[in-house]
């Protein structure tokens, strides 16, 4: 069984890989955007950056690849999404359906083990609608609206069908926005994604994906082998308070900023262009491994991550699990390095020093 899997940016996509390896399914998460599936390969993330990109750029390169995905007879297709609605949402859903004219899209945005949960088609973040939290003042996606329908409607997803229950059989073609407070409710759609034999195209944070790795591979499975990092390169490049904060928390516990566990300095961004200052990153990382030899990168936000793998010359990752949750530890192809990546708005203010503690 081959499952295609899309993701805006690429702690999503190691995200969703991390979710399928921890259940024995051999997974690759890949920049380029182009259909390697390899020999014995159960799913393929291919991060098709296109968080920031304009929303017509983002549906074209969606629906190019569900299109040749569907020439190649994969019939199970993931559109990993923002647990907080970020990006192009709408346009690319509305790409899954235009390369799948006759299907219907099953989106689950809800993620209960980080607080995001959806009632009558609307996100709350710990109980909060979410364009009253942080997010809506996201710098690059700021988010104005909770009712989920709504959002994707204005980016162009018609039909938009809110479901609170029981999704029906038999579906007409269209998106239906799945209700979920539970990791039960999340496990029901994903119950229902199984009942069919054909295919499907679901879409949704990492919970769904989770729950349907699961029902591929269900029963108990042995946990991978941890590595030991005695050395670490941390870079953050996020500007969210959450990472921030982590940050800070790490420095002044001595669990970073030292002993082998070192925070980069950022270079000065003043003056240059967003793709400018990443390529400046990526380089400066890559001087900093090449003169530590680190056993591994740890890396807040899926921009940042992406400069660095390109300065790099990395193509593709091969997902191992999670450390902690929405924490996916990889290992660089053809590179003996380990990467460890989070985004850069969720995780509890110790998580450096837990993964620290975690990797001794």
């Known amino acids: 069984m081959q499952i295609l899997a899309l993701a805006d940016d690429l702690t999503g996509a190691l995200e969703i890989g991390a979710k399928f390896a ?17 020999r014995a390969l159960g799913l393929l993330v291919i991060n098709t ?10 549906y074209a390169r969606v629906r190019t690849l569900a299109r040749a995905a569907r020439r190649r007879g994969i019939r199970r297709l993931y559109k990993k999404t923002d647990s907080t609605l970020r990006g192009h949402i709408g346009w690319e859903l509305a790409a ?25 088609g609307r996100l709350y973040v710990n109980g909060v609608p979410v364009e009253e939290t942080e997010f809506a003042r996201d710098p690059l996606n700021p988010i104005h609206a909770s009712d989920i329908p709504r959002v994707l409607a204005a980016q162009g997803a018609v039909p938009v069908f809110a479901d609170s229950g029981e999704l029906a059989e038999r579906l007409a073609p269209g998106i239906y926005v799945c209700d979920g407070e539970s990791t039960a409710d999340v496990d029901r759609v994903a119950e229902r994604l199984a009942r069919q034999p054909s295919g499907w195209l679901a879409a ?16 108990a499975v042995a946990r991978p082998a941890w590595p030991v990092v005695r050395t670490c390169l941390i870079v953050n490049g996020s500007l969210h308070p959450v990472s921030l904060a982590q940050v800070r928390y790490a420095a002044e516990r001595g669990c970073a900023g030292g002993s082998g566990w070192d925070l980069l300095p950022l270079p000065e961004a003043a003056g240059l262009s967003g793709q400018a200052y990443a390529a400046r990153l990526g380089e400066a990382v890559r001087a900093a491994i090449q003169a530590r030899l680190p056993d591994a990168l740890v890396i807040f936000g899926g921009d940042t ?15 191992v699990g999670e450390l902690l949750p929405g924490v996916p530890l990889a290992r660089l192809e053809r590179r003996a390095l380990w990467l460890i990546s ?4 969720f995780g509890p203010p110790d998580v450096l020093c837990a993964l620290r503690n975690l990797l001794s």
Do not use: M, N
């Open 22 to 38: 921890a259940r024995g399914i051999r997974s690759r998460v890949t920049l380029g955007r182009r259909l390697d599936f390899g």
């Open 204 to 219: 949704g944070p990492a919970a769904l994906a989770e729950a349907i790795a699961e029902r591929l591979r269900p029963g």
């Open 96 to 120: 899954l359906l235009a390369a799948h004219p006759r299907g219907h899209v099953i989106y689950a945005p809800a993620y209960p083990a980080l607080g995001r949960a959806v009632r009558q």
């Open 305 to 319: 991550a992406a400069a660095i793998l390109r300065a790099l010359g990395c193509t593709a990752l091969r997902p």
């Open 49 to 58: 950056e296109t968080r920031h990109v304009p929303p017509e750029q983002a």
């Open 342 to 345: 989070k985004a850069g708005g």
